[in-house]
């Protein structure tokens, strides 16, 4: 396993590259539209490290024990993308179901993200060519989930030994110190869902990533022991 140091510096490193790879899209997210901040957004137990770490430093640890962040069972994500990913490369389907919370996401404040440096890679992702409230959902380019989601299961990669769910629930967990009934367990990398029309645009952001040097050594090293 990873020191947590240095998991979150390649967490770091990972948005950065993320955001730098992005910029190329014009997508018209802008701070105030907010319809997209909502109580099903998922993440890793390693995200959730850095916003407990932004809201110690903030004092505003207190904000979780609100019932927004209580675990609602009939509301639990089942399947991680890892697991989600790998049964899809077997040729299994995997059943999705249609339980996700879209009330407001509780740190939302004032139609802004109130932890916004440490938002998990989950928002991160979410983007739309038009303003999701005109065309009612949101619009991606080709290739560009992809993308993403290689980068999301690399922070599950990361997070051996961690747990994956929904945000708000994971941090309740990381909160009260319990592991039952806060998450899945994280599972590795079984390979990649890049069709081949979207290698030319995906591989770029992955061999970048790949390569980077993060204390001492190249990101694709840190992969590799991760599951050590
Ligand atoms: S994804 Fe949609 S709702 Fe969210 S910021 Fe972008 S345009 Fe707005
Ligand atoms: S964490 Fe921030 S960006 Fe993510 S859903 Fe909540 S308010 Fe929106």
Redesign the pocket.
């Known amino acids: 396993m990873i020191p947590p140091p240095i998991q979150q510096l390649l967490l770091t490193a990972l948005y950065a590259a993320f955001a730098e790879w992005a910029e190329k899209f014009a ?4 701070k105030g ?5 909502t109580r099903s957004v998922t993440m890793t137990s390693l995200e959730g490290g850095g916003i407990m770490a932004f809201l110690t430093a903030m004092d505003r640890l207190a904000e979780l024990t609100a019932p927004a962040f209580q675990p609602t069972p009939n509301r639990m994500a089942q399947c991680t993308t890892n697991t989600f990913v790998g049964a899809h490369l077997k040729g299994k389907s995997v059943e999705e179901e249609e339980n996700w919370d879209l009330r407001p996401c509780p740190f939302l404040k004032e139609e802004t993200c109130s932890i916004y440096p440490v938002r998990p890679f989950g928002c991160r992702l ?3 060519l ?4 005109t065309c009612g959902v ?1 619009e991606m380019p080709p290739g560009y989930l992809a993308g993403a989601t290689a980068l999301l299961q690399c922070i599950e990669h990361l997070d051996n030994g961690g747990a994956w769910g929904i945000m708000t629930e994971v941090l309740s967990g990381l909160n009260t110190g319990r592991t039952d009934g806060f998450g899945e367990p994280t599972a590795p990398i079984p390979g990649f869902l890049i069709a081949p029309d979207e290698h030319a645009l995906v591989e770029p952001l992955l061999q970048g990533l790949l390569t980077l040097e993060i204390a001492g050594q190249p990101f694709k090293q840190w992969l590799e022991d991760a599951r050590l």
Not at 33 to 37: P, Q, R, S
Request: with cysteine; charged share 10%; glycine share 0%.
């Open positions: 997508f018209a997210c802008r539209c907010a319809t997209c901040c979410f983007v739309s038009a303003p999701c409230d949101a």
